[in-house]
C-alpha cells in the first residue's frame, strides 16, 4: 500500500501501448475484448489508468488511496494468463476501484474517518475478493463522507470530491469518490454502498449509472457497518450493461454473511436482451410533489413517456406512507450507527487519544476521531434509543418502516416496475447545506424508501438541465428482481443513444 | 417535546462522547430541528402494525417454513473439525494503538 501523495511522481514511461482509446467512457467488454486481442495488456492499461489518476484527481478528489503494488501484481497475472492462452475471466484486467468503506487486506482503509486513518485490514471483504478473483484490477480506494454519512462527500475528514461536470458542485453523497472517478473515466467501474441512497444519488450527480440491490443480494462481510438493516453494496459504471456484469460477479450467497440471501442469481447480462414491451410502468405522485426541480421533473417525465414509446404500460400507483420517510429513515439508520458505532474505542485499531483512565479513553479519542456529522447521528439515535424515548421514537419508526414496505408490496401487485426521480434537483454548490443537516437529509427524500423496504433501485442518467448537469431516472423493482430493473435500464439507455 | 441541554449532555455520556461547550450548543439546535420533522410521525395511528426491525426474514426465504426455520440456510453445520481458522493473534494485533505482544493494553480500569 502507497499513500497518494508517494507514488505522484512515479512516472510510469515506455509502455508505448496507446490504450488512451480505452481511457475514456471504456466500457469492461472494450477492456476484456482488447487484451484478448492483445491490443492492450493489462498492466499498460492499469498503468494509463494511474497516470490519468494522477493528471486529474488533484481537482477531483476521488480517491483517498491508490494500492499500485497490488494492481500491477494482478494484472500481470492477467497478462500471464493471456500469454498462455488461458480464457480470461469475466472482469480480465478491468480497472476498478473500491469506496473506502469495503475493507481490504494491507491496503489502508478509512471509512473516510479519522479514527481509522491508520487501519489497514488483515482481510478483503467479500465483494473485493470477489471481483478480484473475475480478473478486476484494483486500482485504490474512494473518498467518502466519513462513515458512509452525508449526502455530498462533504463529510469526508479528508477532503472534499469536485463533481467531475461541473467542479464547483458536490458529487453527492455518500459514495462520491465512487461516482466521480467513474465519471472522470479513473476507473471503469467502481464499488460503492448505499444506506439512504449513496449509490443511486451520486450517480444522477455525476451522470451515471448506480445500483442499489436487494437487501440480501450482495455480501455486506467486510462492509463497515453504519446501519445494517439499510446498508447495502453496489456498482457504479458508464453503461447499465456494466452493473450487470458487475452485480453478476458479486451477488449470491456468502457464509461469512448470514444476511446475504440464499437465492439464485440469474445471469443478469442475458437478461438484458429480453424485449420489455407490455411491462407495467408505476408512476407514483408522491414521487413528483413539492421540492421537485421543474426542470428534473420534466427529464423524468419524459423518460417515463420514452418507457411507454418502447412499449411498456404506464400505471398510476400509490405510495401514501412517503412523506413519513425520511423522519423514519434518521431514526433507524441513527439507532443503529450509535450501536455500530460503539466499537470505535480507541483499544483494538484505529486511533487512541491518550488519556490517564479508560472511560476517559473513550471519550476523546471518539471526540477526537469523529467529525461532527458522526457526532450528531450517534447522539440522535443514543436519544432515540434512550430510557423513555425508545417506543416514541425507535418502535414508532419500526412501525412506519412497515408501513412504507407495505405501500410497495401493493404497487407491486399492479406494477411491474416503478419510475421516479433520483433526487430532487441536480448537484448543489459545494457548501450550500454544510450548515444546515435537515436541509442535507432532504437530499435522500425519493432513495431512503427503499433502503427501508430491502427492495432494487437503480439511477441511469435521464438528460441534463440548462446548465448541463445530469438529471437521473430512478427505476424500483420487486425484491431480488434486478433482472427486470436492470433490462427496462438498458431499453431506456440504448433508446436514448 | 423539546430537547434541552440537560438531555443533551446526558445523552453524550451514554454515547460516550466528549463534546465542547460549542459542540453541545450546536447539538441541541441541530436535534430540536431535527426532532421536529421526526415528530411528523405521530400524525400516523401505528396501533395496529407490527413493527419491522429486518427485511431479510421477509423476503428471498423459503416461504413454507416458519420461526427460525426460515433462516436456517445461513446455519452451518455443527462440527468439530474442519472450521475455518480464526484471524491469527498476530494479524489480530497489528492495528493495536498499545500491545504487549500478547494482548491488547488500555489504561487502568480500576483505581486502587
Known sequence: ?497 | MRVTDKNVAYVADLANLELSSEELERMLRDLNSILGNINRLNELNTDDVAPMAQVSDRYGVDDARQGSERSAYALRADVKEGLRPSLPHQAALKNAPDTDGTFFEVPKVIER
Request: glycine share 10%.
Open chain 1, 1 to 497: 500500500m502507497i499513500a497518494k501523495n508517494e507514488i505522484a511522481d512515479t512516472a510510469k514511461s515506455g509502455l508505448g501501448i496507446g490504450a488512451t482509446a480505452l481511457g475514456i467512457g471504456a466500457t469492461i467488454d472494450a477492456v476484456r475484448e482488447a487484451i484478448i486481442e492483445e491490443k492492450v495488456s493489462a498492466t499498460a492499461l492499469a498503468g494509463d489508468f494511474y497516470d490519468r489518476i494522477r493528471r486529474e484527481d488533484p481537482e477531483i478528489g476521488a480517491f483517498l488511496t491508490l494500492c499500485e503494488e497490488r494492481a500491477l501484481a494482478q494484472a500481470a497475472q492477467i497478462d500471464q494468463m493471456a500469454a498462455e492462452g488461458i480464457p480470461l475471466p469475466p472482469l480480465a484486467g478491468v480497472p476498478v476501484a473500491i469506496k473506502d468503506v469495503m475493507v481490504t487486506a494491507g491496503v489502508r482503509t478509512t471509512a473516510g474517518s479519522k479514527i481509522l486513518d491508520n487501519f489497514v485490514p488483515p482481510y478483503d471483504c467479500t465483494a473485493v475478493a470477489r471481483l478480484e478473483a473475475a480478473g478486476a484490477v484494483i486500482l485504490g480506494k474512494l473518498n467518502c463522507d466519513e462513515f458512509a454519512m452525508g449526502s455530498s462527500t462533504e463529510n469526508s475528514a479528508y477532503h472534499p470530491v469536485h463533481n467531475p461536470r461541473d467542479k464547483s458542485r458536490v458529487p453527492g453523497g455518500s459514495s462520491g469518490g465512487s461516482a466521480a472517478a467513474v465519471a472522470a473515466s479513473m476507473a471503469v467501474a467502481t464499488l460503492g454502498s448505499d444506506t439512504g441512497g449513496s449509490i443511486r444519488q451520486p450517480a444522477s450527480f455525476c451522470g451515471v449509472v448506480g445500483l442499489k440491490p436487494t437487501y440480501g443480494r450482495v455480501s455486506r462481510y467486510g462492509l463497515i457497518a453504519f446501519a445494517s438493516s439499510l446498508d447495502h453494496i453496489g456498482p457504479f459504471a458508464n453503461t447499465v450493461k456494466d452493473v450487470a456484469l458487475m452485480l453478476r460477479t458479486i451477488a449470491g450467497r456468502d457464509p461469512m454473511d448470514s444476511t446475504s440471501a440464499d437465492v439464485p442469481v440469474p445471469d443478469y447480462v442475458a437478461e438484458l436482451e429480453k424485449p420489455i414491451q407490455g411491462l407495467r410502468v408505476g408512476v407514483a405522485k408522491e414521487y413528483f410533489g413539492e421540492g421537485l426541480d421543474p426542470e428534473v421533473r420534466a427529464a423524468v417525465e419524459a423518460a417515463i413517456q420514452k418507457l411507454a414509446e418502447l412499449g411498456c404500460e404506464i400505471v398510476p400507483v400509490s405510495l401514501p406512507h412517503t412523506e413519513y420517510a425520511i423522519p423514519t429513515y434518521y431514526i433507524v439508520a441513527t439507532a443503529e450507527a450509535s450501536s455500530n458505532l460503539a466499537r470505535f474505542d480507541g483499544v483494538r485499531y484505529g486511533f487512541r487519544a491518550n488519556a490517564s483512565n479508560l472511560s476517559q479513553m473513550y471519550r476523546e479519542t471518539r471526540d477526537g476521531g469523529f467529525g461532527m456529522e458522526v457526532k450528531r447521528r450517534i447522539m440522535l439515535g443514543t436519544y432515540a434509543l434512550s430510557a423513555g424515548y425508545y417506543d416514541a421514537y425507535y418502535l414508532k419508526a419500526q412501525k412506519v418502516r412497515a408501513l412504507l414496505t407495505r405501500d410497495f408490496d401493493e404497487a407491486f401487485k399492479k406494477v411491474d416496475v416503478i419510475a421516479a426521480p433520483t433526487a430532487p434537483t441536480p448537484a448543489f454548490k459545494l457548501g450550500e447545506k454544510v450548515d444546515d443537516p435537515l436541509a442535507m437529509y432532504l437530499a435522500d427524500i425519493y432513495t431512503v424508501t427503499a433502503n427501508l423496504a430491502g427492495i432494487p433501485g437503480i439511477s441511469i442518467p435521464c438528460g441534463e438541465n440548462h446548465e448541463g448537469l445530469p438529471i437521473g431516472l430512478q427505476l424500483f423493482a420487486k425484491h431480488f428482481d434486478e433482472a427486470t430493473l436492470l433490462r427496462v435500464a438498458h431499453s431506456f439507455e440504448h433508446a436514448r443513444t
